[in-house]
């Protein structure tokens, strides 16, 4: 009966890749510890990049300079 | 000083049902262990079905194929 | 399929008592959103007074100043 | 490597607010336990106030008596 | 920067087992959705049977049921 | 009313260093967003080096590592 909580950024995961990852866990602590995937919980929290932060800064900026460097980077 | 944290799935709560259960389980926190409701808390998590999964399989997934037998299962 | 995580300082509640909560917890959300007990996962963790703060203090130093607190007015 | 989930309700915390939570909890961290910042996480969840109750009642109440309280005591 | 809390029953998961949770866990998001290990976080934790339900029931009561209803299958 | 959950892997943070945390989020929660820190959680959970893992290892193995080049380097 284990519950796997997973959080990720919101940025566009699809519902294909979540079943992806739903599937993935489910089986990989089956496979480890023997787990009954009818028990087996998972949920997936996506969340909004000006609430995630990382190194001090939101991931909406740590984004946005690296959109600016690529850019940057391509007309120099 | 309690925390709960309820995660159901996003599927139609209303606000009276929220705060019975929010009422239920501050009671219960009371009854059971004294715990003073004025510092008792009480989240509740709505998940989208995609982002809930139970053997492996996302709940909008079981829920379409639970529909679709019932279905079947009336028109049969 | 719920699942209520409750958070408790680690203050000696016995292992009847968490059966209860997880009993009540479960009825209650039986009750309230008819959902499936088969399928609703509770979890309770036992915090250390020193892990746990509310007003800017630690539980552990709270607990001492009302025990304090309680003496002098005891002797008083 | 700290993970930090702070949990507050959705009464309009500004994108600014929230970088400056973010950097003041990193902040914190190194200064407190020489964390490193470029590997400590802080997650920022904003809960319907449907979804957060205290003492019983969720925050949408609690509220909305403490606007009425105030309309009164201003009108009397 | 995907954050990953597995929740599992204390049971005697070996830290190899651990690992290997891990290492999967963290190879399934990079695989899914393109997630840097480097910035993946996984934590588990291990939960006392007597503060796991199931079914209104704590494991603890659950494993005692199942092993008995073993010995007296077995000896029947 | 905030709640804060810090988890950091449990390396020997003292009393006095958790509530230097405990008081320092309740500060800045308080200084940012005007919360009232009687209404402020803070928790603090602790989490073996095994049951952690960045970039696909367990902390416990990072460390070693992290020691043996140590060693290596002081001794070459």
Do not use: C, H, Y
């Not at 992806?20 to 919980?41: H, M, R, S």
Request: glycine content about 6%; overall charge negative.
């Amino acid at each position: 009966m284990p519950f796997v909580n997973i959080r990720i950024t919101n940025e566009g995961a699809t519902a294909e890749q979540k079943q992806e990852l739903i599937q993935g866990v489910t089986d990989l602590l089956q496979k480890v510890l023997n787990k009954n995937p009818a028990t087996t919980f998972v949920i997936i929290d996506e969340v909004e990049t000006d609430n995630w932060g990382v190194g001090g800064t939101a991931v909406t900026t740590l984004r946005k300079r690296a959109a600016e460097a690529a850019a940057a980077k391509s007309s120099s």
